[in-house]
């Protein structure tokens, strides 16, 4: 599967997507007992969002390296691992060396965000660092280049089919600003209560890679609901 930033942007312009705008449905909202259905019921999305939990650093708990390897090895895009654990600077890496495309942590559990994100770099996956609603993002505005994408959470992290918080907003604005002035290629994700009523409110913000979960999973034509959600996003970016 292919990995890293120029295979994957290829990729967008080869199926005919609008680049820049991406759409990750969340595994969380599937059906874990039909999972390689599940994932084929998404092969229009841009990458699959996989929460891993560790029952430490949020109180929840899904599964680990060997599910994620077994994802990997069946789903029909690319993964985005997104990583609510604890010592990540430990974990993070044997993700990347499954191949996953790209691998997100949390800047409150790394314990040097800078020189994981270079690992996760050199094994050959992108590097993303994920912020929670409450935690200030200030200090990313000057180290933007040394990651791939930054995740606003736009609930709190551990559960899904969470409400929407507007309030992470400002936030994700103001790293949409630095990325602008510094001429930064780093991606900007949202994950939580993205949905066809949310996700014009954070492209407006500066998002350009959404996480969705029961707004595809829960529609009877998945496709469709990527293709819907992806068109509503492009719409303000062209704006």
């Not at 705008?21 to 595994?27: H, L, Q, Y």
Request: charged letters at 20%; zero cysteines; hydrophobic letters at 45%.
């Amino acid at each position: 599967m292919t990995r890293g930033g120029t295979g994957i942007a290829g990729r967008h312009r080869d199926n005919g997507q609008v680049t820049g705008t991406r759409i990750n449905p969340s595994i969380l909202a599937a059906d874990f007992v039909n999972m390689q259905a599940e994932l084929a019921r998404i092969a229009a999305a841009d990458f699959v969002h996989v929460d891993v939990m560790d029952n430490h650093f949020v109180p929840n708990l899904t599964f680990g390296p060997q599910m994620v390897e077994r994802i990997q090895a069946t789903s029909p895009v690319p993964l985005d691992v997104h990583l609510m654990i604890d010592d990540p600077d430990r974990w993070a890496p044997g993700y990347a060396e499954l191949g996953a495309a790209s691998v997100t942590f949390h800047l409150e559990a790394a314990a040097d965000p800078v020189a994981l994100a270079r690992r996760l770099r050199a094994i050959g996956s992108r590097a993303g660092v994920a912020v929670k609603p409450g935690t200030p993002a200030d200090s990313l505005h000057e180290l933007l280049d040394e990651f791939d994408q930054i995740l606003v959470m736009t609930v709190e992290p551990g559960f899904g089919g969470q409400s929407f918080m507007p309030e992470t907003m400002p936030k994700l604005r103001a790293l949409a600003d630095a990325a602008r002035r510094r001429g930064s290629a780093v991606w900007l994700q949202v994950d939580g209560g993205i949905s066809a009523s949310t996700i014009a409110q954070a492209a407006e913000a500066g998002a350009d890679t959404f996480v969705a979960g029961s707004a595809v999973f829960g529609a009877d034509d998945p496709g469709s609901a990527i293709a819907a959600l992806r068109d509503q996003a492009a719409s303000v970016h062209r704006h």
